[in-house]
């Protein structure tokens, strides 16, 4: 079993930033690779980005790319989603997820953990 808890979500202007994070705990965090996802209201959970064991294979969705960063902290095991010049459209409820493979990957369906959660609110 894998526990994930994630914090940072707020209220932030928009083009403002936020850090969120996620802490693992449970298993060996280099055995999984870790991804965030999010879901606005309405609509389907959807792929944000994704970080291998490692942190070397990195992949996010073109609708971020340029201004999120994922990394990893092996040593505190944790993740981190660094959020810059943030949209409205970016408003929606961030999940953590862990994929127990080394591997990185978009698709939802192959991550077996997910954390509760955390409420990101971008106003314009």
């Known amino acids: 079993q894998v526990q994930l808890v994630e914090s940072g979500g707020g209220l932030v202007q928009a083009g403002g930033s936020l850090r969120l994070s996620c802490a693992a705990s449970?298993?060996?965090?280099?055995?999984?690779?870790m991804g965030w996802f999010r879901q606005a209201p309405g609509k389907e959970r959807e792929f944000v980005a994704a970080?291998?064991?490692?942190?070397?294979?990195?992949y996010y969705a073109n609708s971020v790319k340029g201004r999120f960063t994922i990394s990893r902290d092996n040593a505190k095991n944790t993740v981190a989603l660094q959020m810059n010049s943030l949209k409205p459209d970016d408003t929606a409820v961030y999940y953590c997820a862990a994929r127990i493979s080394s591997g990185a990957s978009s698709e939802k369906s192959t991550y077996s953990y997910w954390g509760q959660g955390t409420q990101v609110t971008v106003s314009s």
């Open positions: 970080i291998n064991w490692s942190g070397v294979t990195i």
């Open positions: 449970g298993r060996t965090f280099r055995e999984y690779a």
